[in-house]
């Protein structure tokens, strides 16, 4: 292949997805036609072949990826609830898709980016305020000698949350 007709397709993340722990490609590629008919080239159509995945792998890598390992195309993002540090259940489960088919194909890279919404801040907030107001009504039963469960388990009564609101 000359310069001129190279492809310009990214051979090297085609090469990267497709590469197992052991260095092997194994495409699976259907081939038909008939060794009599002159117009028959195996070379042609396993060239026509790679195009195509190359081209997949080009407009849709994490497509490709979740066609190997499970997940589709949702495996490009990972969302998290608005001010929590850790993901849930579903989201937990792509990066461990994810985490098995960088195990499994260990030339690739991945890079990440992170954005933040603007509800993450006010939930945050929100939260400093509840536990802060937790805070002190547990200094309250506390100096009046009751027991005072852990800070997570602790819920405030309502008529406590205005007065408390106040204090803070």
Avoid at 49 to 54: D, F, R, T
Avoid at 116 to 132: C, M
Wanted: no cysteine; hydrophobic share 40%.
């Amino acid at each position: 292949m000359t310069p001129a007709n190279a492809t310009k397709l990214p051979v090297k993340l085609a090469v990267a997805l497709l590469k197992d722990r052991n260095g092997r490609i194994d495409l699976n590629l259907p081939v038909r036609g008939s060794l009599d008919d002159p117009k028959f080239s195996i070379g042609g159509l396993v060239l026509k072949a790679v195009e195509n995945i190359l081209l997949k792998v080009a407009t849709s890598p994490f497509s490709l990826l979740g066609a190997m390992f499970g997940g589709g195309e949702e495996l490009q993002y990972a969302d998290f609830t608005p001010g929590a540090a850790s993901p849930g259940a579903t989201q937990t489960n792509k990066l461990n898709t994810l985490a098995k088919a960088f195990y499994e194909r260990p030339a690739l890279t991945i890079e990440i980016s992170a954005s933040v919404d603007l509800a993450d801040r006010e939930r945050v907030s929100r939260q400093k305020l509840r536990d802060k107001m937790k805070a002190l009504r547990m200094a309250e039963l506390t100096a009046r000698g009751k027991p005072v469960p852990a800070l997570s388990e602790f819920g405030l009564e309502p008529e406590d949350y205005e007065r408390l609101l106040r204090k803070t």
